[in-house]
């Protein structure tokens, strides 16, 4: 079966630009959270949505927000991006079973603030 | 607050050892811990998880152990392989609203031939 999808897989954005982000779950799950990856902080939660609400969230400013679709595909949007916000974006999808099966991620968008 | 620690952030192993990767924890509200093995540029791929109300568990060439009064897991294995060679994350989680993963900061592993 498909894997978890996020498109783009690149992206290059100056500073003060939004940009937003998709990831597409494996068909079935419907939980999605969202994760940053950085060579300084390693991977940072930034939050999780199940059937289209918010159901944890990280601590990351509110610059940062997300949303699930009723299909359970999701998106996020970081706004008025700075430097900082360079980053690997993973997105992971979990059904039941997650503690046994582990959440899947995607191969990540790669975020480029100039 | 790093809840989630592997300390040792390289390991180099020969091929055919065995691979030893630790990582301890603070939080004693976690209920299953995971590795994942990461290549760059791809998303972290799962390898296996552990429940709490368990000390061991094995898939394959990997085994996880968990010692819950010492706060510590470790992944081992055996025999280790080139194609081993990648970072590796432990990961732990609650449940249900608490099902965030928080993770390590990954081991990078090197299996010479």
């Known amino acids: 079966k498909a894997g978890v999808t996020q498109t783009p897989r690149y992206l290059i954005k100056t500073r003060g630009q939004q940009v937003t982000l998709s990831c597409s779950p494996i068909?079935?799950?419907?939980?999605v959270s969202w994760y940053q990856q950085t060579p300084g902080q390693g991977l940072q939660f930034l939050f999780e949505?199940?059937?289209?609400?918010?159901?944890n969230k990280g601590n990351f400013p509110g610059r940062f927000s997300g949303r699930q679709f009723s299909n359970s595909r999701s998106e996020m949007n970081v706004s008025t991006l700075e430097l900082g916000d360079s980053a690997l974006y993973l997105c992971?999808?979990?059904?039941?079973?997650?503690?046994?099966?582990?959440?899947?991620f995607g191969s990540g968008t790669r975020l480029t603030v100039v | 607050d790093q809840q989630v620690k592997q300390n040792s952030p390289s390991l180099s192993v020969q091929e055919g050892r065995i691979s030893i990767l630790n990582c301890d924890y603070t939080?004693?509200?976690?209920?299953?811990f995971l590795w994942y093995k990461k290549y760059p540029a791809e998303g972290p791929t799962f390898l296996i998880s552990i429940s709490s109300i368990k000390d061991k568990n094995e898939d394959g060439r990997f085994t996880v152990f968990l010692n819950k009064s010492a706060k510590h897991l470790s992944l081992h294995i055996v025999p280790s392989q080139p194609g081993d060679s990648a970072v590796y994350f432990c990961?732990?989680?609650?449940?249900?609203?608490?099902?965030?993963?928080?993770f390590g900061t990954g081991t990078r592993l090197q299996v010479t031939l």
């Open positions: 068909s079935g799950h419907r939980s």
């Open positions: 990961a732990a989680s609650g449940t249900g609203t608490a099902s965030k993963l928080t």
């Open positions: 939080n004693s509200m976690f209920d299953y």
């Open positions: 992971a999808s979990s059904g039941s079973g997650v503690e046994y099966y582990g959440y899947t």
């Open positions: 949505y199940f059937s289209e609400t918010q159901r």
